[in-house]
């Protein structure tokens, strides 16, 4: 019996470990490349480990002639900015669907995700001529707009399930000792949706930072080009610069790991503590 | 009513204010490639400083895009009605441009201007921008698919001069199958999905007295005896180059030759630095383009041409600006590319390349690919055809005939339409 345990631990630790080479050999290509200089890049047979690590690549990155510290910031701004303002609409949204009753409800929750299943494609056209209507291209407005149309409809539907795992006798209770609504929404509700709010705003920053196609439509300066438009500065008409383009590679993942090490520990922690206690 | 007075008045000043500023300065949006090396940006800065100079009132704002993005930009720019007012594009654009009506025929200007003469320019790049007896583009910068680049070492291994790099088809196939063991091979080719692989196949027509279209772009001529000989050909160098030629990209094939896996490798000549780049300890040279045994080495013209765009509100500012930036002093200091104006281009070669005369004269002869709008329809029926063939699919002679009829069809329709 307990050998059977310790054969069915050792299998599951060999895939788990099989499944985190799968997962990050890429990822350790990608950090190899960019410490290389170009003649290590490309070697027959090739090798992980520089022989004369360098970071050259990651100077150029930020060196004279690349646009890549304002692609970053740009980037972090429309991103920030879209994110803040789902998250502002979301909470009162999706605590609506999520607790009140009123005509409508189930149509317009259907609606809005409707809205999901229109392929950006199909909408980029008319964005774009209401953007150019309003003169609103070129400018960072026009993204964060664009944005929305997307990424309100995922956060309201992604918040409107931990509205719905509170318990509605916390809230009751809240009433009962004299809160108001909107106190016992305020005070007792949106605490112990912290988590939920941390995973939504998460998930709507990873969305708006990788997203291509508007940010290349939409923008026409290389001073307000975001990153993943801005990338393709590496890559030329004939040749790729490699080493630079994988240094710039990790640098535009780096905050997208340091958000996901910090909501992960709220996702853990969070939901059950609060809930007990209160 | 009062309001409706100060009202008007404050209408009459923007529009008196800004009448006069249009009648004084002119701003023209002008859209580039992105330059990746600071001397370059830097001597784009200078030179516009130059063009300010001239032109005190003229302002010229850049907008630079990094290749992937930049045909979208500028379709969508066009199609949108706001497009920059002048622009590069790639020559093989240049045709889909014009019949699109995005862009402005330009012989009267070239009928006056003191400056920009045909003769000036390399004539396979003059000719790729006129469409239809009319021309579309001002060459700016050129390339030339393929020059042979080769290493040294591969020659000395296997008891062959270095200093005698193969001429004709034959001496390149000999030469290559002496270098091919199970570990390294005579060459690398490749497909993969962009145009190069027409480039090189085109080159070898050429060289073998064929071409892809008639003279009038307006019938395919893939199916006649110098265009079946050349893929003959081409089909015969697998045999003297790694597998895995049909998914390989010129980009793979170049990483097989810096890694010292192939001893030839056929593309262009801007390619230098980056052999340099990534080989640094190679003993390398180039030579011509092989050339069948009855032929001539023909390569295939790349680059990208000057237009101006017809929504232009200011075109004879805009000419102004191509006849400066393609004049020979700038044209030499502002390209990345070998300049498309001959003498700033062997001023570029001598100063910035290796080999310049073998490049030189490779582009002095080069061919422009066939003149289309639809252009990439037709290349990738070509480059179907040449996967079949390497693949074994169909013989040449069948892929070449399929891939006929189907451009035939491809210029009727297109032709009948209009």
Do not use: A, N, Y
């Given at each position: 019996m307990i050998k059977r345990q310790k054969t069915g631990k050792i299998t599951i630790y060999l895939f788990a470990v099989l499944l985190a080479i799968f997962v990050l050999f890429p990822f350790v290509v990608m950090i190899s490349m960019s410490l290389k200089a170009p003649d290590e890049q490309f070697t027959s047979p090739p090798y992980l480990i520089p022989k004369r690590p360098t970071l050259n690549n990651y100077l150029q990155v930020f060196g004279q002639g690349s646009m890549f510290a304002q692609y970053f910031i740009n980037s972090l701004l429309v991103a920030s900015i879209s994110t803040l303002i789902v998250l502002g609409v979301a909470i009162f949204s999706s605590y609506g669907y999520a607790r009140i009753n009123f005509p409508g409800k189930n149509i317009l929750f259907v609606l809005l995700l409707l809205?999901?299943?229109?392929?950006l494609a199909a909408i980029i056209v008319p964005l774009y001529r209401i953007m150019g209507n309003l003169k609103l291209i070129d400018t960072y407005l026009s993204l964060i707009i664009s944005y929305l149309t997307f990424s309100v409809p995922v956060g309201v539907w992604l918040l409107r399930s931990f509205f719905l795992g509170v318990p509605r006798e916390l809230e009751e209770a809240a009433l009962i000792d004299g809160c108001t609504r909107f106190q016992a929404f305020w005070r007792i509700v949106i605490p112990l949706v912290r988590p939920g709010m941390g995973a939504t705003s998460a998930y709507v920053f990873f969305l708006t930072w990788q997203e291509f196609m508007f940010a290349l439509t939409f923008i026409n300066s290389e001073s307000k080009r975001t990153l993943p438009v801005g990338i393709f500065d590496f890559v030329g008409q004939y040749e790729t610069n490699w080493g630079n383009l994988m240094a710039a590679s990790i640098l535009v993942c780096i905050p997208v790991f340091v958000i996901f090490f910090f909501i992960q520990k709220q996702l853990v922690g969070g939901l059950t503590e609060g809930a007990i206690k209160g | 009513m009062k309001k409706q007075f100060l009202l008007g008045l404050v209408l009459l000043l923007v529009v008196c204010l800004s009448g006069v500023a249009f009648a004084q300065e002119v701003t023209l949006k002008v859209w580039l490639m992105k330059q990746a090396e600071v001397e370059l940006i830097k001597a784009q800065e200078e030179a516009l400083a130059e063009f300010q100079k001239l032109y005190p009132d003229i302002n010229v704002e850049f907008t630079v895009f990094p290749y992937n993005e930049y045909r979208d930009k500028l379709l969508i720019a066009a199609a949108a009605g706001n497009p920059p007012d002048v622009s590069v594009v790639d020559q093989i654009w240049n045709p889909e441009f014009a019949a699109a009506g995005f862009i402005m025929p330009l012989d009267d200007y070239v009928a006056q201007s003191p400056n920009v003469k045909k003769e000036d320019y390399f004539s396979g790049a003059w000719e790729s921008a006129i469409f239809q007896g009319k021309l579309y583009g001002i060459p700016f910068d050129v390339g030339v698919w393929a020059l042979n680049y080769y290493n040294k070492d591969f020659f000395r291994n296997v008891g062959?001069?270095?200093?005698?790099?193969?001429?004709t088809w034959d001496e390149f196939y000999e030469m290559g199958s002496k270098m091919t063991s199970g570990e390294q091979w005579g060459t690398a080719l490749y497909v993969g999905a962009g145009d190069a692989v027409q480039c090189i196949t085109d080159a070898l027509i050429f060289s073998n007295g064929?071409?892809?279209?008639d003279q009038n772009f307006r019938?395919?001529?893939?199916?006649q005896p110098p265009a079946v000989e050349a893929l003959k050909y081409f089909k015969k160098l697998q045999g003297i180059n790694p597998p895995g030629e049909v998914a390989r990209t010129e980009e793979d094939s170049f990483q097989l030759f810096t890694a010292g896996k192939v001893g030839m490798f056929w593309y262009g000549e801007w390619g230098q630095d980056t052999v340099n780049a990534r080989a640094p300890e190679m003993d390398w040279a180039l030579a011509n383009f092989p050339r069948p045994a009855e032929g001539e080495s023909i390569g295939t013209f790349g680059g990208w041409n000057m237009v101006i765009y017809q929504n232009a509100s200011q075109k004879d500012a805009a000419w102004k600006f191509v006849e400066f930036w393609t004049s020979k002093e700038i044209n030499e200091k502002v390209s990345s590319l070998t300049p498309a104006n001959i003498e700033a281009a062997q001023a570029f070669l001598n100063q910035k390349r290796r080999f310049p005369e073998i490049i030189f004269q490779q582009l002095a002869t080069a061919l422009y690919r066939?003149?289309?709008?639809?252009y990439p329809d037709l290349a990738e029926i070509q480059r179907n055809a040449t996967t079949h063939i390497l693949l074994d699919q169909k013989s040449v002679e069948e892929a070449l005939k399929d891939a006929t009829r189907e451009i035939d069809t491809l210029l009727d329709e297109y032709y009948t339409t209009r």
């Open positions: 809205s999901q299943l229109f392929p | 062959l001069d270095p200093e005698q790099p193969p001429v064929g071409s892809v279209l019938k395919c001529t893939l199916d066939p003149i289309f709008p639809r």
